[in-house]
């Protein structure tokens, strides 16, 4: 997203000027720095424990050790562990900052899995930490059961991070009370570029305190910062509490590298001495991988953010990477543009994917939106629009030439869900107002942020025939979490009749637009 990226702030210790001490929030014990392989003791899991990507029979289970440690996994039907299964993963070290997934695969479908995370000595497995627990449900493979996910993104953005005296990240509070069976974040999981200093003067005189690390303190450009800026957002006890219960579907977009990067880039920012988008790309991925549970991250997984997840056959989830394989942003004005902002190969992949889902929903995770025109800078644009109402031309090119594969190949129940640009909208693109007309109706969800500035609302691209039947953006840039309401969104698909429902939630809970959709339509 096009927004500032704040100035530079001076280094400091760990929770410095957010009254550290506040009962709001409970913090781990540990320090944001890696680990003191010295201390005594048994190995620690304060940072919690997350579980991604998962189906009707697996999924993955990622933890933080604050030392050397073994990693095992038992799972179970019930609360109690009897008849626990166990699953040995790897040795958690300094080569991956003390992190790691294990694998679970042959789970019941349909069912609650409980379980628990033990850290072992390497040297003396009977010397294991406090387990630490959760819980998710499996995907069904039959059609009766009904399903409920949220999606949302940007965290930590602008400068707003952690509040205590605003009780933290308490939007996934909110999301944990409704129990959904996974969390879609569409990107902008850290602000990389975006230093949280320990207080900000709001404009009505209030004062916002910042949680603050070493890491945050500036920008980040080594492998130690990146993992710091992950490893922030962890500080929050709501967010570790909605790890242990929801499982997640994770992407990522610009500010896990810096705002509008692209592939290539030399970047134009006095507060880098490292200029290289593709060197600070390659750094973030590592970190991002190292953060959390994706399985084309493991390393056999290909590398890759983009990918399938299959939540049964009412829902194939279709995780987009608008960032890695684009070509660099520019006025967008093209009449030939294979690369766009998907690569070429990730087109391919997409068409292919989409035609061979038989699920009744397909739901195309977009980190960035289709028809809204975001800026960089006087004279590019960041997405796939760029103000253009004609013909596609540029990156629109790509989208129109799979808005016309959907159509063509008879793909039925496609939805767009995105975040990126602090606001949340519904909007609907149909041919009968379209410059290009080869392509049938399909909506497009926009939810965010989850704790970060608001800003105002964008215009709309006319080439793929937009309307817009609701929007809440803010008035000005930037307004503060404790200004402007956070945004998330909720997708309830009903077993039996199969209608996917659509609802834009702003914190605490309330709903400001539903939409219902109906299956089996090509589009949408």
């Given at each position: 997203?096009?927004?500032?990226?704040?100035?530079?702030?001076?280094?400091?210790?760990?929770?410095?000027?957010?009254?550290?001490?506040?009962?709001?929030?409970?913090?781990?014990?540990?320090?944001?720095?890696?680990?003191?392989?010295?201390?005594?003791g048994?190995?620690?899991?304060?940072?919690?424990?997350?579980?991604?990507?998962?189906?009707?029979?697996?999924?993955?289970?990622?933890?933080?050790?604050?030392?050397?440690?073994?990693?095992?996994?038992q799972?179970?039907?019930?609360?109690?562990f009897?008849?626990?299964r166990?699953?040995?993963?790897?040795?958690?070290?300094?080569?991956?900052?003390?992190?790691?997934?294990?694998?679970?695969?042959?789970?019941?479908?349909?069912?609650?899995?409980?379980?628990?995370?033990?850290?072992?000595?390497?040297?003396?497995?009977?010397?294991?930490?406090?387990?630490?627990?959760?819980?998710?449900?499996?995907?069904?493979?039959?059609?009766?059961?009904?399903?409920?996910?949220h999606?949302?993104?940007?965290?930590?953005?602008?400068?707003?991070?952690?509040n205590?005296?605003?009780?933290?990240?308490?939007?996934?509070e909110?999301?944990?009370?409704?129990?959904?069976?996974?969390?879609?974040?569409?990107?902008?999981n850290?602000?990389?570029?975006?230093?949280?200093?320990?207080?900000?003067?709001?404009?009505?005189?209030?004062?916002?305190?910042?949680?603050?690390?070493?890491?945050?303190?500036?920008?980040?450009?080594?492998?130690?910062?990146?993992?710091?800026?992950?490893?922030?957002?962890?500080?929050?006890?709501?967010?570790?509490?909605?790890?242990?219960?929801?499982?997640?579907?994770?992407?990522?977009?610009d500010?896990?590298?810096?705002?509008?990067?692209?592939?290539?880039?030399?970047?134009?920012?006095?507060?880098?001495?490292?200029?290289?988008?593709?060197v600070?790309?390659?750094?973030?991925?590592?970190?991002?991988?190292?953060?959390?549970?994706?399985?084309?991250?493991?390393?056999?997984?290909?590398?890759?953010?983009?990918?399938?997840?299959?939540?049964?056959?009412?829902?194939?989830?279709?995780?987009?990477?608008?960032?890695?394989y684009?070509?660099?942003?520019?006025?967008?004005?093209?009449?030939d543009?294979?690369?766009?902002?998907?690569?070429?190969?990730?087109?391919?992949?997409?068409?292919?994917?989409?035609?061979?889902?038989?699920a009744?929903?397909?739901?195309?995770?977009?980190?960035?939106?289709?028809?809204?025109?975001?800026?960089?800078?006087?004279?590019?644009?960041?997405?796939v629009?760029?103000?253009?109402?004609?013909?596609?031309?540029?990156?629109?090119?790509?989208?129109?030439?799979?808005?016309?594969?959907?159509?063509?190949?008879?793909?039925?129940?496609?939805?767009?869900?995105?975040?990126?640009?602090?606001?949340?909208a519904?909007?609907?693109?149909?041919?009968?107002?379209?410059?290009?007309?080869?392509?049938?109706?399909?909506?497009?969800?926009?939810?965010?942020?989850?704790?970060?500035?608001?800003?105002?609302?964008?215009?709309?691209?006319?080439?793929?025939?937009?309307?817009?039947?609701?929007?809440?953006?803010?008035?000005?840039?930037?307004?503060?979490?404790?200004?402007?309401?956070?945004?998330?969104?909720?997708?309830?698909?009903?077993?039996?009749?199969?209608?996917?429902?659509?609802?834009?939630?702003?914190?605490?809970?309330?709903v400001?637009?539903?939409?219902?959709?109906?299956?089996?339509?090509?589009?949408?």
């Open positions: 997203m096009a927004q500032g990226s704040g100035g530079g702030f001076g280094r400091r210790s760990l929770l410095r000027g957010a009254a550290a001490g506040s009962a709001a929030l409970a913090l781990p014990a540990l320090s944001c720095a890696a680990p003191a392989q010295a201390r005594s048994r190995p620690s899991a304060d940072w919690g424990v997350q579980v991604g990507d998962v189906t009707t029979s697996s999924g993955l289970v990622w933890v933080r050790s604050d030392r050397p440690a073994r990693m095992v996994v799972t179970a039907a019930t609360e109690s009897r008849h626990a166990s699953w040995h993963g790897p040795v958690l070290g300094p080569d991956t900052d003390f992190t790691g997934v294990t694998s679970l695969h042959g789970l019941p479908s349909g069912e609650q899995v409980h379980y628990r995370v033990l850290l072992a000595d390497p040297d003396d497995p009977r010397r294991t930490g406090e387990p630490v627990s959760g819980t998710f449900r499996t995907a069904p493979t039959g059609r009766r059961t009904d399903l409920r996910f999606w949302s993104g940007d965290l930590a953005g602008q400068g707003w991070g952690i205590p005296e605003r009780g933290g990240y308490r939007i996934y909110d999301m944990r009370r409704r129990n959904p069976d996974f969390f879609l974040c569409s990107g902008d850290i602000y990389a570029d975006n230093p949280i200093p320990e207080r900000v003067t709001l404009p009505d005189g209030r004062i916002w305190r910042n949680v603050t690390t070493e890491e945050k303190s500036k920008v980040a450009e080594s492998l130690a910062e990146f993992r710091g800026a992950f490893r922030y957002n962890l500080l929050d006890e709501n967010l570790r509490r909605f790890n242990a219960q929801v499982p997640t579907i994770t992407q990522w977009d500010h896990e590298v810096h705002n509008n990067w692209y592939p290539g880039q030399l970047l134009d920012d006095d507060r880098y001495t490292e200029k290289s988008t593709d600070l790309s390659a750094r973030s991925l590592r970190a991002f991988s190292e953060y959390f549970p994706i399985r084309t991250l493991r390393p056999d997984g290909g590398g890759r953010v983009y990918r399938v997840v299959s939540h049964g056959p009412l829902l194939d989830v279709f995780v987009l990477d608008m960032r890695r684009r070509n660099a942003n520019s006025p967008g004005r093209q009449t543009d294979a690369q766009g902002i998907l690569g070429a190969e990730q087109l391919r992949w997409l068409k292919r994917e989409l035609s061979r889902s038989r009744v929903w397909k739901v195309i995770a977009s980190d960035m939106p289709l028809g809204l025109v975001v800026p960089d800078g006087k004279t590019n644009f960041e997405a629009a760029q103000g253009d109402p004609g013909a596609p031309l540029g990156r629109e090119l790509q989208l129109a030439e799979l808005l016309r594969h959907i159509k063509h190949d008879r793909v039925t129940g496609t939805v767009w869900l995105t975040t990126d640009v602090h606001y949340t519904a909007q609907h693109y149909a041919p009968e107002r379209a410059a290009f007309k080869d392509f049938e109706p399909v909506w497009e969800f926009v939810s965010g942020p989850l704790n970060a500035g608001g800003f105002q609302a964008l215009k709309m691209d006319g080439t793929f025939g937009p309307e817009q039947p609701f929007i809440k953006a803010p008035d000005r840039a930037n307004t503060s979490p404790a200004e402007s309401p956070q945004y998330f969104g909720e997708v309830d698909i009903d077993g039996g009749s199969g209608e996917l429902t659509v609802r834009l939630r702003q914190e605490g809970g309330q400001l637009f539903s939409k219902v959709l109906q299956p089996g339509r090509v589009g949408q």
